[in-house]
């Protein structure tokens, strides 16, 4: 059974939470969806660990229902997730991040690795020189037309809710290895993963570039819980050597999921819902 609440920060944002799952049964899992500027979209990944521990997720602010006007800044989303453990009653978490929560959950570390029983980082954090790779096999997946319309859709200065919806199919069927099903994932996530808080997206995206994670993975690998793992899909646009490359630096091990892209338990539900189910066995001793 799913519940829901609200829990009250410190600067008075209200942010809401979903549980599912026993919450009396400790650490729970948390996980941080990507963005930044989208609301949750975890739902169906939530289920696949809920009898083996409890399950959290959360709206970040300025997203879904936790709304939000003003700022935002890396370290207060770090502190969010500090006050909503603190309004849990939660001293230790697995934590899973996916795409950009794998950004969050790693300056969570950084700030509080006193309060992680585990860590799962799933399609990210991507360090180094990535960008170009991606760019260039995101243009390899799109004709000619696709790349056309994009651009001019980026570039509108005013975009009606259908152009919205396309702009975002666009951008994001290109993340699946399957391009017919990946169209069809992009369009209903354009239309349910709204609105996207684009000034919050611009604001963390230039904040990361100034502050890249790259410069503090040395004291994130000391700081890493004893249970800690990346995931990536091998079809990725977004070069798998780059998680590799991480992995390495981080002495951490790398599954590999053949058959999908950046969201790989809509591609391959089976193997990812059996390497969580490992992961968090292992962390929370069941």
């Known amino acids: 059974m799913e519940t829901q609440g609200l829990a009250s920060m410190s600067d008075g944002a209200q942010l809401r939470w979903m549980a599912l799952g026993d919450t009396a049964r400790q650490p729970p899992v948390v996980m941080l969806h990507g963005g930044p500027g989208l609301p949750d979209y975890l739902g169906d990944v939530a289920p696949m660990v809920a009898d083996l521990a409890p399950v959290y997720r959360y709206d970040q602010r300025g997203t879904g229902r936790s709304p939000w006007r003003g700022r935002h800044s890396l370290a207060r989303h770090v502190d969010d997730l500090a006050e909503l453990l603190d309004a849990w009653e939660v001293s230790k978490a697995v934590l899973m991040g996916h795409s950009y929560g794998t950004d969050l959950a ?124 990346l995931l990536g899909g091998v079809a990725d646009p977004r070069p798998l050597s780059a998680l590799e490359s991480l992995a390495s630096r981080l002495d951490l091990p790398l599954t590999r999921i053949e058959g999908a892209g950046h969201e790989p338990w809509l591609e391959q539900p089976d193997a990812v819902r059996a390497h969580l189910r490992r992961f968090v066995q292992a962390a929370v001793g069941t």
Request: net charge neutral; hydrophobic share 35%; with cysteine.
């Open 106 to 229: 790693s300056r969570f570390c950084l700030a509080h690795s006193d309060r992680l029983a585990g860590l799962l980082l799933m399609c990210g954090p991507f360090v180094g020189d990535w960008r170009a790779g991606d760019r260039a096999e995101r243009e390899r997946r799109m004709s000619a037309a696709q790349r056309e319309r994009l651009r001019d859709l980026e570039e509108s200065p005013r975009r009606t809710e259908e152009e919205e919806v396309e702009l975002l199919t666009l951008a994001w069927f290109t993340d699946h290895a399957d391009p017919g099903r990946g169209w069809r994932w992009a369009a209903q996530g354009a239309r349910q993963r709204r609105p996207v808080n684009w000034a919050m997206n611009g604001e963390l995206g230039t904040e990361r570039r100034t502050d890249p994670l790259d410069e503090h993975l040395a004291e994130l690998r000391v700081r890493l819980p004893a249970r800690a793992e």
